[in-house]
Protein backbone atom coordinates (compact mmCIF):
# COMPACT_ATOMS: atom_id res chain seq x y z
CA UNK A 1 0.00 0.00 0.00
CA UNK A 2 1.23 3.22 -0.97
CA UNK A 3 1.41 6.29 2.34
CA UNK A 4 0.48 10.10 1.61
CA UNK A 5 4.61 10.79 1.53
CA UNK A 6 6.48 13.78 3.24
CA UNK A 7 4.88 16.32 0.77
CA UNK A 8 1.85 16.21 2.95
CA UNK A 9 4.13 16.77 6.30
CA UNK A 10 2.17 19.88 7.70
CA UNK A 11 -1.32 17.58 6.91
CA UNK A 12 0.15 14.47 8.84
CA UNK A 13 1.07 17.63 12.17
CA UNK A 14 -1.89 18.60 11.78
CA UNK A 15 -3.75 15.52 11.90
CA UNK A 16 -1.78 14.27 15.12
CA UNK A 17 -2.76 17.52 17.02
CA UNK A 18 -6.38 16.43 16.49
CA UNK A 19 -5.77 13.22 16.80
CA UNK A 20 -4.70 14.00 20.54
CA UNK A 21 -8.05 15.67 21.65
CA UNK A 22 -9.86 12.70 20.15
CA UNK A 23 -8.06 10.37 22.11
CA UNK A 24 -8.60 12.44 25.69
CA UNK A 25 -12.33 12.59 24.48
CA UNK A 26 -12.53 8.49 23.69
CA UNK A 27 -10.44 8.26 27.25
CA UNK A 28 -12.81 10.61 28.85
CA UNK A 29 -16.12 8.41 27.16
CA UNK A 30 -14.29 5.09 28.54
CA UNK A 31 -13.67 6.09 32.07
CA UNK A 32 -17.63 7.35 32.33
CA UNK A 33 -18.43 3.70 30.72
CA UNK A 34 -16.66 2.16 33.64
CA UNK A 35 -18.85 3.23 36.42
CA UNK A 36 -21.89 2.81 33.81
CA UNK A 37 -21.75 0.04 31.63
CA UNK A 38 -25.17 0.35 30.56
CA UNK A 39 -25.24 4.11 28.88
CA UNK A 40 -24.78 2.59 25.29
CA UNK A 41 -24.70 5.86 24.28
CA UNK A 42 -21.33 6.59 25.33
CA UNK A 43 -20.84 3.53 23.88
CA UNK A 44 -21.79 4.48 20.51
CA UNK A 45 -19.63 7.81 21.14
CA UNK A 46 -16.84 5.59 21.49
CA UNK A 47 -17.34 3.37 18.72
CA UNK A 48 -18.00 6.30 16.49
CA UNK A 49 -14.44 7.69 17.36
CA UNK A 50 -12.85 4.48 16.90
CA UNK A 51 -14.79 4.19 13.63
CA UNK A 52 -13.11 7.83 11.93
CA UNK A 53 -10.00 6.73 13.34
CA UNK A 54 -10.08 3.00 11.81
CA UNK A 55 -10.31 4.48 8.36
CA UNK A 56 -7.82 7.79 8.83
CA UNK A 57 -4.88 6.31 10.89
CA UNK A 58 -3.88 3.86 7.72
CA UNK A 59 -4.50 6.41 5.63
CA UNK A 60 -1.95 8.66 7.03
CA UNK A 61 0.38 6.08 7.73
CA UNK A 62 -0.30 4.49 10.52
CA UNK A 63 -1.85 1.31 10.60
CA UNK A 64 -1.08 0.43 14.17
CA UNK A 65 -4.24 2.95 14.83
CA UNK A 66 -6.53 1.43 12.64
CA UNK A 67 -5.37 -1.82 14.28
CA UNK A 68 -6.69 -0.64 17.84
CA UNK A 69 -9.53 1.34 16.51
CA UNK A 70 -10.63 -1.46 14.74
CA UNK A 71 -10.73 -3.94 17.46
CA UNK A 72 -12.73 -1.22 19.95
CA UNK A 73 -15.22 -0.49 17.20
CA UNK A 74 -15.70 -4.29 16.81
CA UNK A 75 -16.34 -5.53 20.22
CA UNK A 76 -18.71 -2.41 20.73
CA UNK A 77 -20.30 -3.24 17.26
CA UNK A 78 -21.72 -6.26 19.10
CA UNK A 79 -22.95 -4.64 22.68
CA UNK A 80 -24.89 -2.28 20.21
CA UNK A 81 -26.13 -4.94 18.32
CA UNK A 82 -27.52 -7.01 21.30
CA UNK A 83 -28.14 -3.69 23.35
CA UNK A 84 -26.72 -5.59 26.23
CA UNK A 85 -24.76 -3.46 28.83
CA UNK A 86 -20.62 -4.30 28.72
CA UNK A 87 -19.55 -6.79 30.54
CA UNK A 88 -16.33 -6.58 33.11
CA UNK A 89 -14.73 -8.95 30.71
CA UNK A 90 -15.37 -6.20 27.31
CA UNK A 91 -14.31 -3.62 29.60
CA UNK A 92 -10.82 -5.02 30.31
CA UNK A 93 -10.74 -5.68 26.27
CA UNK A 94 -11.49 -2.15 26.07
CA UNK A 95 -8.98 -1.05 28.52
CA UNK A 96 -6.35 -2.94 26.73
CA UNK A 97 -7.29 -1.54 22.84
CA UNK A 98 -7.56 1.70 24.27
CA UNK A 99 -3.93 1.72 26.00
CA UNK A 100 -2.68 0.16 22.40
CA UNK A 101 -4.28 2.85 20.88
CA UNK A 102 -2.60 5.54 22.92
CA UNK A 103 0.75 4.20 22.41
CA UNK A 104 0.46 3.85 18.58
CA UNK A 105 -0.51 7.51 19.05
CA UNK A 106 3.00 8.51 21.23
CA UNK A 107 4.95 6.35 18.44
CA UNK A 108 3.23 8.11 15.40
CA UNK A 109 3.80 11.59 17.62
CA UNK A 110 7.85 10.55 18.09
CA UNK A 111 8.08 10.07 14.41
CA UNK A 112 6.24 13.49 13.16
CA UNK A 113 5.73 11.98 9.52
CA UNK A 114 4.23 8.60 8.16
CA UNK A 115 6.28 5.22 8.05
CA UNK A 116 7.71 4.56 5.40
CA UNK A 117 8.78 8.30 4.31
CA UNK A 118 7.90 7.22 0.64
CA UNK A 119 6.35 9.37 -1.79
CA UNK A 120 3.35 8.11 -3.35
CA UNK A 121 3.61 7.79 -7.20
CA UNK A 122 -0.12 8.89 -7.57
CA UNK A 123 0.37 12.65 -7.17
CA UNK A 124 3.21 12.86 -10.00
CA UNK A 125 0.30 11.93 -12.24
CA UNK A 126 -0.56 14.70 -14.13
CA UNK A 127 -4.19 15.33 -14.70
CA UNK A 128 -5.88 18.04 -16.37
CA UNK A 129 -8.15 20.52 -13.76
CA UNK A 130 -11.36 19.96 -15.55
CA UNK A 131 -11.54 16.67 -14.02
CA UNK A 132 -14.08 18.07 -10.96
CA UNK A 133 -14.79 15.83 -7.54
CA UNK A 134 -16.74 16.33 -4.54
CA UNK A 135 -15.85 14.11 -1.34
CA UNK A 136 -19.19 13.85 1.17
CA UNK A 137 -17.71 12.90 4.75
CA UNK A 138 -18.09 14.08 8.45
CA UNK A 139 -14.15 13.78 9.13
CA UNK A 140 -12.40 16.63 7.65
CA UNK A 141 -8.93 14.83 8.63
CA UNK A 142 -9.87 12.27 5.75
CA UNK A 143 -11.25 14.78 3.36
CA UNK A 144 -8.68 16.99 4.44
CA UNK A 145 -6.04 14.07 2.93
CA UNK A 146 -8.14 13.53 -0.37
CA UNK A 147 -8.17 17.18 -1.28
CA UNK A 148 -4.03 17.01 -0.93
CA UNK A 149 -3.69 13.27 -2.87
CA UNK A 150 -6.41 14.42 -5.73
CA UNK A 151 -5.23 17.77 -5.78
CA UNK A 152 -1.52 17.09 -6.25
CA UNK A 153 -3.17 14.61 -9.11
CA UNK A 154 -4.29 17.54 -11.06
CA UNK A 155 -8.35 17.50 -9.86
CA UNK A 156 -10.08 20.37 -8.73
CA UNK A 157 -11.70 18.88 -5.17
CA UNK A 158 -14.59 19.99 -2.77
CA UNK A 159 -15.76 18.79 0.03
CA UNK A 160 -18.75 18.07 2.21
CA UNK A 161 -18.77 17.36 6.25
CA UNK A 162 -22.94 17.71 6.87
CA UNK A 163 -24.36 15.02 4.71
CA UNK A 164 -27.36 17.41 4.82
CA UNK A 165 -25.54 20.08 2.79
CA UNK A 166 -24.56 17.83 0.44
CA UNK A 167 -27.35 18.13 -2.26
CA UNK A 168 -27.21 21.89 -2.54
CA UNK A 169 -23.29 21.39 -3.08
CA UNK A 170 -23.41 18.54 -5.34
CA UNK A 171 -25.81 20.87 -7.77
CA UNK A 172 -23.88 23.85 -7.35
CA UNK A 173 -20.49 22.40 -7.57
CA UNK A 174 -21.38 19.91 -10.42
CA UNK A 175 -18.64 17.30 -9.97
CA UNK A 176 -17.47 14.72 -12.38
CA UNK A 177 -17.57 12.40 -9.47
CA UNK A 178 -18.51 11.95 -6.05
CA UNK A 179 -16.88 10.33 -3.18
CA UNK A 180 -19.20 9.00 -0.59
CA UNK A 181 -18.90 8.18 3.23
CA UNK A 182 -21.17 5.59 4.30
CA UNK A 183 -21.55 6.23 8.04
CA UNK A 184 -22.41 9.62 9.08
CA UNK A 185 -25.50 11.24 10.90
CA UNK A 186 -28.66 12.85 9.71
CA UNK A 187 -28.50 11.45 6.48
CA UNK A 188 -26.18 8.29 5.79
CA UNK A 189 -24.41 7.62 2.90
CA UNK A 190 -26.84 5.02 1.44
CA UNK A 191 -29.62 7.16 2.14
CA UNK A 192 -28.03 10.12 0.30
CA UNK A 193 -27.16 7.84 -2.78
CA UNK A 194 -30.22 6.78 -3.09
CA UNK A 195 -31.28 10.19 -3.57
CA UNK A 196 -29.23 11.25 -6.08
CA UNK A 197 -29.94 8.47 -8.03
CA UNK A 198 -34.16 9.24 -8.08
CA UNK A 199 -32.94 12.41 -9.86
CA UNK A 200 -32.55 12.03 -13.14
CA UNK A 201 -29.77 14.84 -13.98
CA UNK A 202 -27.82 12.68 -11.07
CA UNK A 203 -28.60 9.30 -12.29
CA UNK A 204 -25.36 8.53 -14.28
CA UNK A 205 -23.47 11.06 -12.04
CA UNK A 206 -20.27 8.43 -10.52
CA UNK A 207 -20.47 8.41 -6.84
CA UNK A 208 -17.77 6.02 -4.93
CA UNK A 209 -18.17 5.04 -1.59
CA UNK A 210 -14.92 5.64 0.55
CA UNK A 211 -15.64 3.26 3.80
CA UNK A 212 -14.28 1.56 6.87
CA UNK A 213 -16.96 -1.54 6.23
CA UNK A 214 -14.57 -3.78 4.30
CA UNK A 215 -17.35 -7.13 4.61
CA UNK A 216 -18.62 -8.10 1.70
CA UNK A 217 -22.30 -7.49 2.15
CA UNK A 218 -21.65 -3.79 3.31
CA UNK A 219 -20.04 -3.76 -0.43
CA UNK A 220 -23.26 -5.13 -1.97
CA UNK A 221 -25.29 -3.12 0.23
CA UNK A 222 -23.57 0.71 -0.97
CA UNK A 223 -23.64 -0.93 -5.26
CA UNK A 224 -27.30 -1.84 -4.44
CA UNK A 225 -27.90 1.70 -3.14
CA UNK A 226 -26.60 2.47 -6.99
CA UNK A 227 -22.61 3.55 -6.42
CA UNK A 228 -20.17 2.55 -8.78
CA UNK A 229 -17.27 1.48 -7.24
CA UNK A 230 -15.95 1.14 -3.53
CA UNK A 231 -12.85 1.96 -1.67
CA UNK A 232 -12.14 1.10 1.83
CA UNK A 233 -10.20 2.88 4.43
CA UNK A 234 -7.29 3.19 4.93
CA UNK A 235 -6.78 4.94 1.63
CA UNK A 236 -4.16 4.12 -0.61
CA UNK A 237 -3.13 7.36 -2.28
CA UNK A 238 -2.42 5.61 -5.80
CA UNK A 239 -5.68 3.24 -5.64
CA UNK A 240 -7.72 6.66 -5.17
CA UNK A 241 -6.22 8.57 -8.18
CA UNK A 242 -6.34 5.63 -9.97
CA UNK A 243 -10.04 5.04 -9.57
CA UNK A 244 -11.09 8.07 -9.49
CA UNK A 245 -9.96 9.11 -13.07
CA UNK A 246 -10.65 5.50 -14.64
CA UNK A 247 -14.32 6.46 -13.56
CA UNK A 248 -14.55 9.93 -14.89
CA UNK A 249 -12.97 8.80 -18.15
CA UNK A 250 -15.07 5.94 -18.45
CA UNK A 251 -18.30 8.13 -17.92
CA UNK A 252 -16.82 10.91 -19.98
CA UNK A 253 -16.65 8.05 -23.04
CA UNK A 254 -20.13 6.66 -22.32
CA UNK A 255 -21.54 10.16 -22.76
CA UNK A 256 -19.69 10.95 -25.82
CA UNK A 257 -21.05 8.36 -27.62
CA UNK A 258 -24.36 8.68 -26.38
CA UNK A 259 -23.88 12.43 -27.92
CA UNK A 260 -22.35 11.25 -31.35
CA UNK A 261 -24.07 10.90 -34.46
CA UNK A 262 -23.50 6.81 -35.75
CA UNK A 263 -22.82 7.95 -39.34
CA UNK A 264 -20.68 11.07 -39.42
CA UNK A 265 -19.55 10.89 -35.98
CA UNK A 266 -20.67 14.36 -35.84
CA UNK A 267 -22.23 15.67 -32.33
CA UNK A 268 -26.30 14.40 -32.20
CA UNK A 269 -28.95 16.73 -31.96
CA UNK A 270 -29.75 16.20 -28.28
CA UNK A 271 -26.45 16.88 -27.37
CA UNK A 272 -26.03 20.04 -29.91
CA UNK A 273 -29.57 21.32 -27.98
CA UNK A 274 -28.19 20.96 -24.31
CA UNK A 275 -25.12 22.97 -25.65
CA UNK A 276 -27.08 25.75 -27.33
CA UNK A 277 -28.37 26.66 -23.91
CA UNK A 278 -25.17 26.53 -22.34
CA UNK A 279 -23.43 28.73 -25.13
CA UNK A 280 -26.31 31.04 -25.64
CA UNK A 281 -26.53 31.15 -21.47
CA UNK A 282 -22.42 32.67 -21.62
CA UNK A 283 -23.03 34.77 -24.19
CA UNK A 284 -26.25 36.27 -22.65
CA UNK A 285 -23.87 36.38 -18.96
CA UNK A 286 -20.63 38.44 -20.61
CA UNK A 287 -22.91 40.40 -23.17
CA UNK A 288 -21.23 38.25 -26.12
CA UNK A 289 -22.70 37.63 -29.28
CA UNK A 290 -23.26 33.81 -31.37
CA UNK A 291 -24.37 32.72 -34.50
CA UNK A 292 -25.70 29.69 -35.16
CA UNK A 293 -26.10 28.51 -39.16
CA UNK A 294 -28.56 25.56 -40.52
CA UNK A 295 -27.49 23.67 -43.41
CA UNK A 296 -29.04 21.25 -45.50
CA UNK A 297 -27.93 19.04 -48.79
CA UNK A 298 -29.29 20.09 -52.15
CA UNK A 299 -31.49 17.80 -54.23
CA UNK A 300 -30.06 15.13 -52.02
CA UNK A 301 -33.39 12.57 -52.42
CA UNK A 302 -31.79 12.83 -56.28
CA UNK A 303 -28.71 11.32 -55.14
CA UNK A 304 -30.11 8.73 -53.37
CA UNK A 305 -32.22 7.86 -56.02
CA UNK A 306 -29.89 7.87 -58.91
CA UNK A 307 -26.12 6.56 -56.71
CA UNK A 308 -28.11 4.74 -53.89
CA UNK A 309 -28.03 5.41 -50.38
CA UNK A 310 -24.75 3.79 -49.94
CA UNK A 311 -23.28 7.14 -51.31
CA UNK A 312 -25.86 9.73 -49.91
CA UNK A 313 -24.32 8.32 -46.64
CA UNK A 314 -20.85 8.94 -48.56
CA UNK A 315 -21.93 12.09 -49.44
CA UNK A 316 -23.28 13.13 -45.74
CA UNK A 317 -19.87 11.88 -44.34
CA UNK A 318 -17.73 13.80 -46.35
CA UNK A 319 -19.48 17.52 -45.80
CA UNK A 320 -19.42 16.23 -42.01
CA UNK A 321 -15.60 15.47 -42.37
CA UNK A 322 -15.04 18.85 -44.28
CA UNK A 323 -17.08 20.34 -41.50
CA UNK A 324 -14.77 19.47 -38.84
CA UNK A 325 -11.40 20.05 -40.75
CA UNK A 326 -12.43 23.61 -41.79
CA UNK A 327 -14.37 25.37 -38.80
CA UNK A 328 -12.63 26.85 -35.79
CA UNK A 329 -12.34 24.06 -32.54
CA UNK A 330 -14.31 26.38 -30.64
CA UNK A 331 -17.54 25.57 -33.73
CA UNK A 332 -19.59 23.42 -32.21
CA UNK A 333 -21.17 20.99 -35.08
CA UNK A 334 -24.00 18.51 -35.36
CA UNK A 335 -26.19 16.28 -37.45
CA UNK A 336 -29.80 17.80 -36.64
CA UNK A 337 -31.51 15.53 -38.67
CA UNK A 338 -31.65 13.55 -42.13
CA UNK A 339 -29.29 15.77 -44.54
CA UNK A 340 -29.74 18.65 -42.25
CA UNK A 341 -26.32 19.80 -40.64
CA UNK A 342 -26.21 22.81 -37.78
CA UNK A 343 -23.39 24.87 -36.54
CA UNK A 344 -23.11 26.94 -33.77
CA UNK A 345 -20.02 30.17 -34.10
CA UNK A 346 -19.58 31.48 -30.65
CA UNK A 347 -18.21 34.61 -30.83
CA UNK A 348 -18.89 35.61 -34.12
CA UNK A 349 -21.60 37.69 -35.33
CA UNK A 350 -23.81 36.55 -38.27
CA UNK A 351 -21.66 38.44 -41.37
CA UNK A 352 -18.56 36.51 -40.28
CA UNK A 353 -20.42 33.31 -39.51
CA UNK A 354 -21.70 33.71 -43.65
CA UNK A 355 -18.25 33.92 -45.02
CA UNK A 356 -17.28 31.20 -43.46
CA UNK A 357 -19.64 28.79 -44.52
CA UNK A 358 -19.56 30.37 -48.03
CA UNK A 359 -15.39 29.23 -47.87
CA UNK A 360 -16.21 25.55 -46.65
CA UNK A 361 -19.38 25.65 -49.69
CA UNK A 362 -16.77 26.75 -52.38
CA UNK A 363 -14.73 23.61 -50.75
CA UNK A 364 -17.29 21.62 -50.68
CA UNK A 365 -17.55 21.91 -54.62
CA UNK A 366 -14.45 20.76 -55.22
CA UNK A 367 -15.34 17.62 -54.38
CA UNK A 368 -15.90 14.96 -56.97
CA UNK A 369 -18.19 11.92 -56.05
CA UNK A 370 -17.40 8.69 -58.60
CA UNK A 371 -20.24 6.01 -58.58
CA UNK A 372 -18.97 3.06 -61.16
CA UNK A 373 -17.92 5.39 -63.99
CA UNK A 374 -20.61 7.87 -62.94
CA UNK A 375 -18.60 11.31 -61.23
CA UNK A 376 -20.94 13.62 -59.90
CA UNK A 377 -20.56 16.83 -57.23
CA UNK A 378 -23.30 17.40 -54.40
CA UNK A 379 -23.61 21.45 -52.62
CA UNK A 380 -25.86 22.58 -49.64
CA UNK A 381 -27.64 25.61 -48.56
CA UNK A 382 -27.03 27.78 -45.67
CA UNK A 383 -29.11 30.11 -43.17
CA UNK A 384 -27.10 31.77 -40.46
CA UNK A 385 -29.40 34.08 -37.44
CA UNK A 386 -27.41 35.88 -34.65
CA UNK A 387 -27.70 36.86 -31.08
CA UNK A 388 -28.45 39.26 -29.69
CA UNK A 389 -30.15 41.17 -32.87
CA UNK A 390 -32.30 38.27 -34.41
CA UNK A 391 -33.33 36.36 -31.39
CA UNK A 392 -32.86 35.71 -27.83
CA UNK A 393 -33.85 32.50 -27.22
CA UNK A 394 -32.05 29.25 -28.66
CA UNK A 395 -35.64 28.53 -30.07
CA UNK A 396 -35.99 31.41 -31.95
CA UNK A 397 -32.35 31.48 -33.40
CA UNK A 398 -33.29 28.03 -34.87
CA UNK A 399 -36.25 29.52 -36.14
CA UNK A 400 -34.84 32.69 -37.78
CA UNK A 401 -31.80 30.22 -39.39
CA UNK A 402 -33.95 28.18 -40.89
CA UNK A 403 -36.07 30.83 -42.60
CA UNK A 404 -32.77 32.47 -43.82
CA UNK A 405 -31.67 28.75 -45.30
CA UNK A 406 -35.34 28.78 -47.00
CA UNK A 407 -34.41 31.57 -48.69
CA UNK A 408 -31.49 30.64 -49.95
CA UNK A 409 -33.18 27.39 -51.03
CA UNK A 410 -35.56 29.40 -52.70
CA UNK A 411 -33.32 31.77 -54.57
CA UNK A 412 -31.74 28.92 -56.12
CA UNK A 413 -29.42 27.03 -53.40
CA UNK A 414 -25.46 26.65 -53.48
CA UNK A 415 -25.87 29.44 -51.21
CA UNK A 416 -25.68 31.19 -47.51
CA UNK A 417 -28.10 33.66 -46.54
CA UNK A 418 -28.19 35.77 -43.37
CA UNK A 419 -31.68 36.47 -41.12
CA UNK A 420 -33.66 39.38 -42.54
CA UNK A 421 -36.91 40.67 -41.09
CA UNK A 422 -37.49 41.99 -44.41
CA UNK A 423 -37.74 39.08 -46.41
CA UNK A 424 -40.85 37.34 -47.48
CA UNK A 425 -41.21 33.93 -45.50
CA UNK A 426 -43.36 31.90 -47.57
CA UNK A 427 -43.38 28.92 -46.16
CA UNK A 428 -40.88 26.35 -45.08
CA UNK A 429 -39.07 24.08 -47.70
Not at 115 to 134: C, E, H, Q, Y
Request: hydrophobic share 35%; with cysteine.
Amino acid sequence: MGNWGLNNRELVQEYLKELSGRLRHMRACLTELHSRPEALELAQQLREAAHRLKGSGGTYGFPEISTASLQIETLLDEHLAARTPLSPASMTHLDRYMSDLEKAFRRADRRQTPSGNKSSTAVSDSLPPIFRVITVDDDPTVTRLIEATLGEAGFLVNSVHQSELALEAIEGFQPDLVLLDIDMPKIDGLELCRSLRRQKRFQTLPIVFVTGRAQSSHKVEGLNAGADDYLTKPIDPEELVARCRTRINRDRIVKELGHRDALTGLYNRQYFDEQFQVRLGEAQRYEGQLAVGMLDMDDFKKINDTYGHPMGDRVLQELAKLLTLALRQSDLIARYGGEEFVVLFPGLEPNRAKAALGRLLKKFLTVHFRRDDKVFMASFSGGVAGYPQDAQTSEALIARADEALYRAKRDGKRRIETFSPKAQNHGKH
